[in-house]
């Protein structure tokens, strides 16, 4: 299973990703922890993203796309994988049709997690100030004025791949405001269900070869039956006047 979690910056994606792999055993995939460890680390790709990481707003597309390419070319996301934090706008989206595409690849779906931005505000300021007096390391990015930032990239950059994803009739949306097993066992419900455009999909398809749906051809074929064996019944009828005559 190839899926996508969107969610604005704090809507639980991380958790909700952590259940899911659990769940169907193929990897999480994050776009942030993998920038996150070239910084720690030094590298290159580190040293070119840093800036526009610690200030919230998005890396340059080819630097996350060719990341992401070598990441699901390793076995262990042979089976599948969950997307998190990645595409991030619809450029990146195309990028990765087209890296699927050309390994015979598609997603299964697309999963938004609904929050209200305002509890998330307080959710996150709440969850940084609880790290700060517990002595934790923070991200850099963890503050109040970045995540400002982060949530205005995420309108605007990455709110459009709602109906992107929409269009493409792959769009699961999952309320994130509910408890954390609520909204996995939603995430879970939303996974097994028929898409509603695959099934308006798999209709077309079926009505280009027949012209009718299979049901309505039986139900058509149906009364010229009945008529067929009322001809004849009604030849039998005339018959026997006949000879009665
Ligand atoms: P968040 O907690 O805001 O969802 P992530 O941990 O996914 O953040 O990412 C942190 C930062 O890493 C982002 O603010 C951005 O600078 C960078 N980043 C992560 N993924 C991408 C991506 N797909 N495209 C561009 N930048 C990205």
Known sequence: ?????????????GTQADQLVARYGIPRLSTGDMLRAAMAAGTA???RVKDNMVRGELVPDELVVAIVADRIREPDAAKGFILDGFPRNVPQAEALERLLQERG???D???ELKVDETILLNRIQRRILQMTARGEALRPDDNAEVLKQRLAAYRAQTAPLSAHY???GLLKIVDGMQPIAAV???IVRALAAEPAEGLARKARKSKGKSAVTPRRAKAKRRPAGRSKAKKTKARQGAARTRRRG
């Open 1 to 13: 299973m190839r899926l996508v979690l969107l969610g604005p910056p704090g809507a639980g994606k």
């Open 45 to 47: 790709l580190g040293e």
């Open 105 to 107: 690849l598609k997603l």
């Open 109 to 111: 779906a697309v999963v």
């Open 166 to 168: 929409r269009r493409k």
């Open 184 to 186: 996995a066992a939603a």
